[in-house]
């Protein structure tokens, strides 16, 4: 079903930066949803929240609790957003799917999160190629609770609108932080535990296990320029997971201008996403088992 779309107006005293309209916004059409989409996401959110307790961040997990997202039905994001609102100045915005690159960026440079409002079908579970409600809203929105993570996900959206202007290359060194923080991050905590927060994790089944306890994957600590030049998959599981120490490191490491940076790496060879390298921190060796050879991206 398609809502019309509908065009936002920031005003400039409470937003930093201000997109003249945000592209691709509808209203969450929430009376549309099934029995059967409430209850995948009764589901899901069950299996997950049972899962990820000591294997997701603490930061997370609060955060997902102080929200209110419930297993009974799909949240109203009007609801969640009242909270948000409160605690980061966030909000969510309902979105049809995936948004051109720079729309996305300044979305999140004007702290919206877009989220894609149609969840999965009942068989589509434990896999699907394209970002649905839950990962969105489960994945991604509780860590905006957190005002550390909110402000890295908008100095992102900054960082991403910068780049546009630099190159395509750039964008591709940018998108790599992205999926290696945001999508499949690791944290360790205080007890030198490894823990989720990204959410291509958090909303898999499978790779929560995997990430943390097969012995395939390598785990690295994070280091900004490493992963920059570090090619990822899209089609498996990760053969390589970043790990950082808090967000305030991740806030920190990634507050420089990139501009030298990208400059420096513009013509750098990448690296194999499986790849340990001579200067890496390395928390765990992958065995490699079980990994296909091409299709790193
Ligand atoms: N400091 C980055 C830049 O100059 C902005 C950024 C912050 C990008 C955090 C990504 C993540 O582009
Ligand atoms: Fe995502």
Same mark, same amino acid.
């Given at each position: 079903?398609?809502?019309?779309?509908?065009?936002?107006?920031?005003?400039?005293?409470d937003k930093?930066?201000?997109?003249?309209?945000?592209?691709?916004?509808?209203?969450?059409?929430?009376?549309?949803?099934?029995?059967?989409?409430?209850?995948?996401?009764?589901?899901?959110?069950?299996?997950?929240?049972? @899962? &990820?307790?000591?294997? =997701?961040?603490? #930061?997370? /997990?609060? %955060?997902? $609790?102080?929200?209110?997202?419930?297993?009974? +039905?799909?949240?109203?994001?009007?609801?969640?957003?009242?909270?948000l609102w409160r605690a980061t100045r966030w909000q969510?915005?309902?979105?049809?799917? @995936? &948004?051109?690159?720079? =729309?996305?960026? #300044?979305? /999140?440079? %004007?702290r $919206?999160?877009?989220?894609?409002?149609?969840? +999965?079908?009942?068989?589509?579970?434990?896999?699907?190629?394209?970002?649905?409600?839950?990962?969105?809203?489960?994945?991604?929105?509780?860590?905006?609770?957190?005002?550390?993570?909110a402000?890295?996900?908008?100095?992102?959206?900054?960082?991403?609108?910068?780049?546009?202007?630099?190159?395509?290359?750039?964008?591709?060194?940018?998108?790599?932080?992205?999926?290696?923080?945001?999508?499949?991050?690791?944290?360790?905590?205080?007890?030198?535990?490894?823990?989720?927060?990204?959410?291509?994790?958090?909303?898999?089944?499978?790779?929560?296990?995997?990430?943390?306890?097969?012995?395939?994957?390598?785990?690295?600590?994070?280091?900004?320029?490493?992963?920059?030049?570090?090619?990822?998959?899209?089609?498996?599981?990760?053969?390589?997971?970043?790990?950082?120490?808090?967000?305030?490191?991740?806030?920190?490491?990634?507050?420089?201008?990139?501009?030298?940076?990208?400059?420096?790496?513009?013509?750098?060879?990448?690296?194999?996403?499986?790849?340990?390298?001579?200067?890496?921190?390395?928390?765990?060796?992958?065995?490699?088992?079980?990994?296909?050879?091409?299709?790193?991206?």
């Amino acid at each position: 079903m398609n809502a019309a779309p509908q065009r936002l107006e920031h005003s400039l005293t409470d937003k930093g930066y201000v997109p003249v309209y945000a592209a691709g916004v509808i209203e969450q059409p929430w009376a549309d949803y099934s029995s059967t989409d409430h209850r995948v996401w009764a589901q899901l959110y069950d299996r997950q929240r049972k @899962l &990820l307790v000591g294997r =997701a961040s603490d #930061e997370f /997990l609060v %955060a997902q $609790e102080q929200m209110g997202m419930t297993p009974d +039905r799909i949240p109203r994001f009007d609801e969640l957003n009242e909270r948000l609102w409160r605690a980061t100045r966030w909000q969510l915005v309902a979105v049809e799917g @995936l &948004l051109p690159e720079l =729309a996305f960026f #300044e979305h /999140l440079a %004007a702290r $919206e999160f877009p989220v894609t409002w149609w969840i +999965r079908k009942p068989e589509q579970l434990d896999y699907l190629a394209e970002p649905d409600l839950f990962h969105d809203l489960f994945g991604h929105v509780p860590l905006l609770m957190n005002p550390v993570f909110a402000n890295y996900m908008r100095a992102y959206g900054l960082g991403g609108v910068k780049a546009t202007g630099v190159g395509d290359w750039a964008l591709q060194h940018l998108a790599r932080l992205y999926w290696y923080t945001v999508e499949f991050g690791l944290i360790r905590n205080r007890d030198g535990e490894l823990r989720i927060y990204g959410s291509g994790i958090l909303s898999s089944k499978g790779e929560s296990l995997h990430c943390l306890e097969s012995a395939a994957p390598n785990r690295i600590g994070f280091d900004l320029e490493r992963v920059m030049r570090t090619r990822y998959r899209i089609d498996s599981y990760q053969k390589t997971y970043f790990v950082i120490d808090s967000f305030e490191q991740l806030f920190e490491a990634t507050r420089p201008d990139f501009r030298p940076l990208y400059a420096r790496i513009h013509d750098a060879p990448s690296y194999a996403a499986g790849a340990v390298l001579p200067g890496d921190d390395v928390i765990q060796r992958g065995t490699g088992e079980g990994w296909l050879a091409d299709g790193d991206v």
